[in-house]
């Protein structure tokens, strides 16, 4: 497949354990976005990342959240200690490139974490 | 980004035009309207984007006032798949805004067609 693949599709965490959310660009994607979806809601913008370099995790609600990108392609959402209040689907983007204007984001279908 | 405001629900006929409304009326100069959707389960799918012309492509035509307060995504014959969310984004795209490139989702229109 072409698309933004994300795993697992569902998760069940006890609240305080880790948890790692895992997702595969489209291939040559520079630019990768998480996003996270309450129920009910629209997705709200979590970290951005051009390559390797998180430009922006304004979005991250606490410190317990982390994102890495370390070869540019694969990227990992880390939530530690994880509460109730992370319940939620996290969705992953990409986009071609910054150089190219108007580059629409493909998104995964997210995975749908549930803390108990 | 610009704030949009869409209707929470609709519903259309199976065959017919289904025409979505979206009102952003303090969109800047430089900001684009960009639709996307989201069926159920699946993660949001990009429709169409604008600026100030009217645009169409294989999916959706987008059609933006002079002005450049509203604007309505036009699905020409919508069929069941199109029963979604769609979302309406009003922001700038990232080659000038220095590759903050986020999208801000709101609530959306709940499109259901009806058969």
């Known amino acids: 497949g072409a698309g933004v693949s994300q795993s697992p599709r569902y998760k069940v965490a006890k609240r305080g354990q880790d948890v790692a959310l895992r997702c595969d660009p489209i291939?040559?994607?520079?630019?990768l976005f998480w996003y996270q979806q309450a129920l009910g809601q629209g997705p709200e913008f979590l970290t951005y990342?051009?390559?390797?370099?998180?430009?922006?995790k304004s979005g991250l609600p606490s410190d317990r959240f982390f994102a890495e990108r370390p070869e540019g392609s694969v990227s990992t959402l880390k939530i530690q200690r994880t509460q109730q209040e992370d319940s939620a689907v996290y969705l992953c983007?990409?986009?071609?490139?910054?150089?190219?204007?108007?580059?629409?984001?493909?998104f995964g279908d997210g995975t749908r974490l549930s803390i108990l | 980004d610009a704030k949009t405001t869409q209707p929470t629900s609709m519903d259309c006929a199976e065959g017919r035009a289904a025409n979505l409304p979206c009102n952003h009326s303090?969109?800047?100069?430089?900001?684009?309207v960009y639709w996307y959707r989201q069926i159920h389960s699946q993660g949001p799918q990009y429709i169409i984007h604008?600026?100030?012309n009217n645009e169409t492509n294989e999916m959706a035509s987008l059609i933006i006032t002079e002005d450049r307060k509203s604007s309505t995504l036009i699905l020409p014959h919508a069929t069941l798949r199109d029963t979604a969310v769609y979302y309406c984004?009003?922001?700038?795209?990232?080659?000038?805004?220095?590759?903050?490139?986020?999208?801000?989702f709101g609530t959306g229109t709940r499109l259901t067609i009806i058969p």
């Open positions: 983007a990409s986009s071609l490139d910054r150089v190219r204007t108007n580059q629409p984001q493909h």
């Open positions: 303090t969109i800047s100069g430089n900001e684009y």
């Open positions: 990342f051009q390559n390797e370099a998180q430009l922006d």
């Open positions: 291939s040559g994607h520079v630019s």
């Open positions: 984004i009003a922001t700038i795209p990232y080659i000038s805004n220095f590759g903050n490139e986020k999208l801000t």
């Open positions: 604008g600026l100030k």
